[in-house]
């Protein structure tokens, strides 16, 4: 069955950085499009960022462009966001996603906390 694995999340001071990783299973990994969302308290789950199949094109929301970076390995089957110079507004669960076969899958989470 499909999985996704979050790690990398924890406590980091604004201005910090910290590196998430999402191991993927059960499905063709490189022929999939990744995407990290995140999830403040009380809000909506938004889009971070996304990337193509071969790691060619990226996206990403406005808030972080520029300080947030997504990439992939597909000989791992994992997919990083790098995000540095970190703000308070950056505090959230970060969520894995994959569309595969016309099922959206999600990973547990990591949750990341940017705080002094």
């Known amino acids: 069955q499909v999985q996704l694995v979050e790690s990398g999340g924890g406590l980091v001071q604004p201005g910090g950085s910290l590196r998430l990783s999402c191991a993927a299973s059960?499905?063709?990994?490189?022929?999939?499009?990744m995407r990290w969302y995140r999830q403040a308290p009380g809000k909506e789950r938004e889009l971070v960022a996304g990337?193509?199949?071969?790691?060619?094109?990226?996206n990403y929301a406005d808030s972080v462009k520029g300080r947030f970076t997504i990439s992939r390995d597909n000989a791992k089957n994992t997919v990083y966001l790098q995000m540095n110079t970190l703000k308070p507004e950056d505090t959230a669960v970060y969520y894995c996603?994959?569309?595969?076969?016309?099922?959206?899958?999600w990973g547990q989470g990591t949750q990341v906390t940017v705080s002094s």
């Open positions: 990337i193509s199949s071969n790691g060619g094109s990226t």
């Open positions: 996603n994959a569309a595969w076969r016309g099922n959206w899958y």
């Open positions: 059960g499905f063709t990994f490189s022929s999939v499009a």
